[in-house]
């Protein structure tokens, strides 16, 4: 079954460092991408996304691009502050049954 | 207000009780979904309602009772929880359920953090 894998955590970085969150996926067909933000005791918001193969979805900084040939919609960012502390969330939607699957979350802590 | 919303956001609960978890979306679309987030562990789809159909159930105890009363409410009846139930609830919509060729991204709600004694 469709299916998303991503880095385990928790990741700590300095302010200003370089961001990447690995995601890879399993699918059948072309799913479209996601990735959801949680911020401490809020619920989950979408941050980017992407619906085809090739697509850059970008947001506050973020960056993630859908490359079908390694399955993969890493996330990035190249300059972390404090205020983008919190758990990151990568995400499928299966347009064949309209499933959603989550990823297991990574937890990002940026120190000042 | 927009978006969606969820009350209460903390419910604290003997093993007794009976309670009631409450989602509204003010976004015009078609399907519902509540979702538990326990610590350590990923996300966990519970209930989706599409048109206010129930169309999936993973197999979560019976203890737990949705209900959907029209396309902008969502509920959770809860009653006899044991304390492993304790967790973050959280609800969303999207536009619809099944397929339509768009990126179909679902939208949350704040959560509802429950503790059961």
């Known amino acids: 079954g469709d299916s998303v894998t991503q880095m385990e955590g928790p990741v700590t970085l300095s302010e200003e460092a370089f961001l990447t969150i690995n995601c890879t996926y399993t699918?059948?067909?072309?799913?479209?991408l996601f990735w959801y933000v949680q911020y401490p005791g809020e619920g989950l918001q979408l941050l980017l996304k992407?619906?085809?193969?090739?697509d850059k979805g970008s947001n506050k900084g973020f960056e993630a691009t859908y490359r079908k040939e390694t399955t993969s919609f890493h996330l990035e960012k190249g300059s972390v502050q404090v205020s983008d502390s919190a758990v990151y969330f990568c995400?499928?939607?299966?347009?064949?049954?309209?499933?959603?699957?989550f990823g297991t979350g990574t937890s990002l802590t940026v120190i000042p | 207000e927009t978006g969606v919303t969820q009350t209460p956001r903390h419910l604290v609960m003997g093993m007794t009780n009976k309670k009631s978890l409450k989602c509204e979306q003010h976004?015009?679309?078609?399907?519902m979904y509540w979702y538990k987030q326990s610590a350590k562990k990923p996300l966990e789809l519970m209930f989706v309602?599409?048109?206010?159909?129930?169309?999936e159930n993973n197999s979560v105890p019976s203890r737990f009772s949705p209900e959907c009363p029209n396309s902008s409410h969502l509920f959770l009846h809860l009653h006899t929880l044991q304390p492993e139930d304790s967790a973050l609830y959280l609800c969303?919509?999207?536009?619809?359920?099944?397929?339509?060729?768009?990126?179909?991204?679902?939208?949350f709600g704040p959560g509802t953090r429950l503790t059961v004694l």
């Open positions: 969303a919509s999207s536009q619809d359920k099944a397929g339509t060729g768009f990126s179909n991204e679902q939208f």
């Open positions: 699918a059948t067909g072309y799913p479209s």
């Open positions: 992407a619906t085809k193969a090739d």
């Open positions: 995400a499928l939607s299966d347009r064949a049954g309209n499933q959603f699957y």
């Open positions: 976004l015009g679309h078609n399907a």
């Open positions: 309602y599409s048109l206010e159909e129930r169309v």
